[in-house]
């Protein structure tokens, strides 16, 4: 039985012999095929026998009939509209980290302030004697879209702070 794989990448068709396996990079693009994104059909499948479903026969309208784990051609009208929002809200944001899960963009949740009642001591920079970051440091935290990953990063205030800190003033 051949394994029809689809490249993510160049999208090409790719079969592969059983004798050898599958193949780890695309031959095309010789981008990696395995993992993300990958999908895989059964070579044998027959046409013949199965239903064809016209997609244009299902109503939008009735979004109650979709259960989460149905993922066909047709989308909800509210998941075209978090797609919108989403994309509104990247094209809006100063940086667009990538989720290291899932490589989406992710979105800017909002700023945490660590330090305000004294928990948190910052690390002193030898050199400069000079604290890495302020002992009320800001922090931007960003939301994953698809898997809902968490991340945060410094903000720049914070980063300009903290190279300082690490880079001794320059002598004239």
């Known amino acids: 039985m051949e394994t029809t794989t689809i490249c993510p990448w ?16 695309c031959p095309h693009c010789d981008n990696e095929i395995s993992g ?17 479903v016209d997609p244009m026969d299902h109503d939008l309208e009735d979004e109650d009939n979709w259960d989460d784990d149905d993922r066909g ?7 075209i509209a978090a797609n919108s929002a989403i994309q509104n809200l990247l094209n809006e944001q100063y940086e ?10 992710m979105l800017e949740a909002g700023q945490q302030v660590i330090g305000q009642q004294g928990e948190f001591e910052a690390k002193i920079a030898p050199e400069t004697e000079m ?12 939301v994953c879209p698809s898997c809902y990953r968490t991340d945060s990063y410094l903000s720049l205030e914070d980063r300009k ?12």
């Open 73 to 79: 051609i047709l989308r909800s009208k509210r998941e």
């Open 131 to 142: 604290p890495l970051v302020r002992s009320t440091m800001k922090v931007i935290w960003y």
């Open 96 to 105: 667009m980290p990538e989720c290291v899960n899932c490589r989406e963009y």
């Open 36 to 52: 993300y994104r990958t999908l895989e059909f059964d070579a044998d499948f027959d046409n013949e026998n199965s239903e064809q």
């Open 10 to 25: 160049c999208e090409s068709d790719i079969v592969w012999d059983p004798e050898i396996g599958p193949e780890k990079y």
């Open 161 to 172: 702070q903290m190279l300082d800190a690490l880079s001794p003033a320059e002598e004239q």
